[in-house]
């Protein structure tokens, strides 16, 4: 980053040969042109890549396809898991996720699928309802994806600032963490919220087995230290030594899920005691593609589809919102400068979530470690997809009869492997050195997450954010003092930023002050140069200002007027 | 209103002998110390001008005074029968408000007692409730701006635009005509909402009664002329005239309940049947001093406190809400440039509810129109509101008997004509003209008004005048274009005002698509003249945007940076 060039004058740059964005723009646009070919093209992106697939393509998406596919699977029984739904619907979830963004997905490291920010939400509106709701819940969650994708509502998650996003991932982290303890320890109970699990977890701490205990820390064990063993490798200059490595370290949520089933199923053959718990049993096959089922059955009564709709209330905008601003989170970190068509990216995560709920897939998005995983091996397109999928097609015909054997602590370890790394609090030093109300709005956020659930907590976190805007147009900052020097002695007023209706009413004030306690003498320079637009109500206070300085044969001067703002005052007259 | 000197230079500026703001304000925080004698003073107000006081300004407060009692009692009358109450409630709040006002208010021309904002506010919240309910909402409104007073909240005021005040007033106007026009018609039914009240109307279209309806358009004429009368004599040159105009003019409220009052008990006396409607009995006298009842009875069941407050619930906010904001726009506009002491306002205008509310006052704060009143008729300090109330307390222990031979179609008349100059449309295509946001939110406040009633109104308003500042925040304007004619080739980017969480990626975007249409060629220069802050997302953006450019191997120079942005600028390296 370079700060010379300080003294680049404006004027000296205004006379120069320019080209504006409008005209480069009006190229762009001309490429991206509105013929229906073309919007096929964009609508059905696989017909951008699929022409000139070829073989080297093909070779690097099916490394990168298997990869994705080792860690999806196991990562995927856990998140149903989280998502209080069997551990086979996860598998449902990766695979329809897997297959539809191949054909309209635009960024090709995104790997849609179950994710612990996904099933978290999920949970909190779905927790002790019947499993349709799960479903449903999938379902109207997609249309709305796609609706906001149609009616470009994307840039709703703009709203969403870094200390919000880091916040709630962290807090997220947390919650995660804290619900997977029980399994961890097998304690059996229920609590909805991360207060009551902490109760719940204090008064059934003599309930801890010793045998869930020691698989789970074995389990931390081994995924921590084979990540470590990957950081370490990549410091390594032998080329080999450095993918073994990476490829070993990348399989490390199903070896582990590997060798503890085994030895479960090990011990279960001998016809022993288990010492610790296992997976719930799962049904063989696939499930019929078909609409999800809109009504649930509680106690043999039927919950009608409106009552659904009421219960899940604000999930259906939240969870959306939270999705896409996953997708676009990684989209921006690993297409860094392209330009990603955030549109399409919402149909497709949109279609991905509605065709997957005929499926009875649980609500998916784009995961972040999956993506840095298929980024990093090497993807070409979203074609890798299809490896994922088989695979996940595989587990669900072949392997379903073996799931039972996997620990209930396995996957706690792997889920709170997972998240471990999104808990970061260190932003919390760094936000309170550069901006207090960045600060509030991050430690505000992780509290009402964490004592409210994830949905409260975002959208308090928006709130704080917000509050800077608000306080930024409500007290904008003036430059203001009396010049005495010259000839002719002013008040010169500069004030900053945007002149709003909230903000207008504290410059007339601070301009009346200094008129007081200089009795009325001087005339006022308003200097606009940081101003680029006003409202009626700040034209109508500008009115004001005037007048009463005309009361006291005053007037006042402006200074550096934008000329778009020229004409509003000249209106005044 | 000048604008020469456009080109006043700043650094011309800066090299002159300043005295800035902060040490002017040192001056005026001095003045206004903090002993104990001081604070004294800044809250019984009366001690400011009490010591003062002469015979001279005696006189001019008994001629105003006197002028608003006349204004007032009338008015009282009506705005109660709007609030739903019987008349005399509306005496008792402008005793109440009147008296308290000498003691703390500071602007001399705000006139407290009933208005029409603060019934019809009332009435949404206590329709069809017992009586208890006004004087509890009374109480607590009283409590909450005091509340605000203290904790210096009055800037949520500045959050209300003059586009949503003035929809705000001329909804209110409309919901106060259409809800008397069954009294001016002399038609019985119960209709809460404006659609109701209409669709009522047309269906007892043919119960219109003709003795009410002659009266009622009498009224109208006599208050519309005696207004026509004095606005012709303003352009007399005749002082005696012009001045005796204006008083005859004032007393028009009075005049026609005393006109149409006489004829009802002349028609009564002589035992024929009335063709009007009356007002209802009420007793004489004047309620004892106590604390307002917090419990309420429904046919015979004891309502609670906490069930009442629930009821009323957001009513607790909003409608301190608009009695602030309308006592600072009065304070606003009668004291052009002096500085109002806010909440020393809001303190006394909590204190006249609250302690109103143990006098059965309904709701209170200033009224515009008699505010005009008293600053035309010379008012010299808030004793003139002894006069008033005095005024009214006769009116309450010697004309009680007479209340109820006041036909209804009068107080009709009287409200209609005291609102119809708060209808204001033509500021609809002034808006239009000038801003489209601005027009958005001032249709849209009166759209959800009527539709909706005025306390939603007033927040869909808000919303949307905020619109504008979010979109300002999301989508800010960017000046760019490639620099050709130079040696060193640029692209130039001018971002204009603040660069917050919302807006950074879409600068971010902007640069992007500008370097891919350029191939990556030119450097850029982010000029950030316009910008005097930033926030974390945005810091962090901007660290993106030194990235996407590095990639490329090429430079972001900043120029004209502010120095407080230079400083977390430099935190970024």
Redesign the interface.
């Known amino acids: 980053?370079?700060?010379?060039?300080?003294?680049?004058e404006?004027s000296q740059?205004n006379t120069?040969?320019?080209?504006?964005?409008d005209e480069?723009?009006k190229?762009?646009n001309a490429k991206i042109s509105h013929k229906i070919g073309d919007f096929v093209k964009r609508r059905l992106y696989i017909l951008n890549w699929l022409p000139e697939y070829d073989r080297t393509k093909a070779i690097g998406d099916f490394i990168s396809g298997v990869t994705i596919g080792l860690t999806m699977i196991p990562q995927s029984l856990a998140y149903a898991n989280l998502a209080n739904v069997p551990a086979i619907y996860g598998l449902y979830s990766a695979f329809m996720g897997s297959i539809v963004y191949i054909f309209l997905g635009t960024v090709k490291e995104v790997s849609i699928g179950p994710t612990s920010l996904m099933s978290i939400i999920t949970v909190s509106y779905t927790y002790e309802k019947p499993i349709e709701y799960v479903f449903i819940m999938t379902f109207i969650c997609g249309c709305v994806e796609m609706l906001m994708g149609v009616f470009k509502l994307g840039?709703l998650v703009?709203?969403i600032?870094?200390?919000v996003v880091s916040a709630f991932s962290s807090s997220t982290a947390i919650l995660v963490i804290v619900a997977q303890l029980k399994n961890l320890f097998g304690i059996k109970f229920k609590a909805k919220s991360l207060p009551l699990t902490i109760v719940r977890l204090a008064e059934n701490i003599n309930q801890i087995k010793i045998g869930d205990t020691a698989l789970g820390l074995f389990a931390i064990a081994f995924l921590l230290s084979l990540k470590k063993l990957n950081e370490l490798g990549t410091k390594s200059s032998n080329v080999k030594l450095k993918k073994f490595l990476f490829y070993f370290s990348l399989c490390r949520n199903a070896l582990i899920v590997l060798i503890t089933g085994f030895i479960a199923y090990t011990i279960s053959a001998s016809e022993m005691e288990l010492p610790f718990k296992l997976s719930e049993e799962v049904p063989a096959g696939i499930p019929s593609f078909q609409l999800p089922s809109f009504t649930a059955k509680v106690a043999n009564e039927t919950v009608e589809f409106d009552e659904i709709v009421m219960d899940i209330g604000s999930g259906f905008i939240l969870l959306p919102l939270v999705s896409i601003l996953a997708n676009v989170a990684i989209a921006?970190a690993f297409t860094?400068?392209?330009?990603v068509d955030a549109t399409q990216e919402m149909i497709a995560l949109g279609m991905c979530n509605v065709l997957g709920s005929f499926f009875k897939s649980i609500p998916t998005c784009g995961a972040f470690t999956r993506s840095a995983v298929s980024n990093q091996s090497g993807i070409q397109t979203p074609f890798a997809g299809i490896y994922s999928a088989i695979m996940a097609l595989m587990a669900l015909t072949l392997l379903t009869q073996y799931f039972n054997f996997i620990p209930k602590a396995t996957l706690a370890a792997i889920l709170i492997c997972a998240v471990l790394s999104l808990i970061d609090i260190r932003i919390g030093s760094?936000?309170w050195n550069?901006?207090k109300?960045?600060f509030l709005s991050w430690i505000g956020c992780i509290i009402a997450c964490i004592a409210a659930g994830v949905e409260v907590g975002l959208l308090v976190g928006v709130a704080l954010?917000m509050i800077?805007?608000?306080l930024?147009?409500?007290?904008p900052?003036?430059?203001?003092?009396?010049?005495?020097?010259?000839d002719e002695q002013i008040i010169?007023v500069r004030p900053?930023?945007?002149i709003?209706?909230?903000?207008i009413?504290?410059l007339r004030?601070?301009i009346?002050?200094?008129?007081?306690?200089?009795d009325y003498k001087y005339p006022v320079?308003l200097?606009l140069?940081?101003?680029?637009?006003v409202?009626?109500?700040s034209?109508?206070g500008i009115e004001?200002i005037?007048?009463?300085l005309n009361?006291?044969n005053l007037?006042?001067?402006?200074?550096?007027?934008d000329e778009k703002i020229?004409r509003?005052?000249n209106?005044?007259?």
């Open positions: 980053m370079a700060s010379a060039h300080k003294d680049v404006l740059l120069c040969e320019k080209i504006p964005y480069l723009l190229n762009h840039f703009d709203f600032s870094v200390p921006k860094s400068g392209k330009i760094k936000l550069k901006s109300i960045d954010s800077n805007i608000f930024k147009a409500a007290r900052n003036v430059v203001i003092y009396v010049d005495k020097k010259k010169y900053s930023e945007g709003f209706f909230p903000g009413d504290s004030e601070k009346n002050i200094t008129l007081i306690k200089t320079v200097d140069i940081k101003i680029s637009s409202d009626y109500t034209l109508q004001s005037i007048m009463d009361k006291h007037t006042v001067t402006f200074a550096n007027v020229q509003r005052l209106l005044i007259k």
